[in-house]
């Protein structure tokens, strides 16, 4: 079955570009109509969703990230990757990779990966 | 703070229906359905509930999902001492935008 392994720096610097990978396992990425997005956690607190890639090709974003960040699809490596610029302290936390079912009115997240920790710091 | 409104805990001894609720608006809840998700400690979050009602296969019958109007709910009967976790409700809003709620820390008695 499908397997989302995140990987990418574990500590980033102020004002740099956070860059993470999530590679899926047991499957393509492109097959199924699948839609992918990337969620955190900061320590300690709820779940944020950051953002997807719908089957069809484009992306939404959470409106407070919009403006630095960007999620793709690496189809030849079968692989989501995240980018956030410019972070600050407050970028700290486990960040998911994972798999979004969008049909009709449902939106919901079938897989998750087992995440990755990133501190933002000097 | 969150659009989706939850309490941040709940509480239940063994064996007891603990009920955890999720608000919200017209755009999100009243249009979309409702996904509930199980965390546990240490752990990545699991697809507890979706399309308000529909459980995963491998979900116990304990759990259940409902919706009312902008309001959801997340009931767990015969609770367990294993379903200490933290649970969090999602639904897409139609300002374009994925919603989790704060989350409800259960504790099991």
């Known amino acids: 079955q499908l397997q989302l392994q995140e990987s990418g720096s574990g500590l980033v610097k102020p004002s740099q570009t956070l860059s993470l990978n999530c590679v899926v396992s047991?499957?393509?990425?492109?097959?199924?109509?699948?839609?992918w997005s990337w969620i955190r956690q900061p320590p300690g607190k709820g779940l944020e969703w950051i953002g997807y890639v719908y089957h069809a090709g484009g992306a939404y974003y959470n409106p407070s990230l919009k403006s630095r960040v960007t999620i793709s699809v690496d189809r030849s490596n079968n692989q989501l990757s995240l980018k956030l610029n410019s972070v600050t302290a407050a970028d700290s936390a486990v960040y998911y990779c994972?798999?979004?079912?969008?049909?009709?009115?449902?939106?919901?997240?079938?897989?998750w990966g087992r995440g990755t920790q990133v501190a933002v710091s000097s | 703070q969150s659009v989706l409104t939850q309490p941040p805990s709940a509480s239940g001894t063994p064996g007891q229906r603990v009920i955890i609720s999720c608000f919200g608006g017209?755009?999100?809840?009243?249009?979309?359905?409702v996904s509930w998700y199980q965390q546990l400690p240490g752990t990545a979050p699991k697809l507890l509930i979706y399309s308000n009602t529909q459980r995963p296969s491998g979900v116990p019958d304990r759990f259940s999902g409902s919706k009312s109007g902008t309001s959801a709910s997340l009931a767990i009967s015969g609770l367990q001492s294993e379903d200490e976790a933290d649970y969090y409700c999602a639904v897409w809003d139609d300002t374009l935008n994925g919603l989790f709620g704060g989350g409800t820390k259960l504790t099991v008695l």
């Open positions: 994972a798999k979004v079912v969008d049909f009709g009115d449902n939106w919901y997240i079938d897989l």
């Open positions: 047991g499957g393509s990425i492109s097959s199924g109509g699948y839609s």
């Open positions: 017209s755009s999100n809840i009243g249009t979309n359905t």
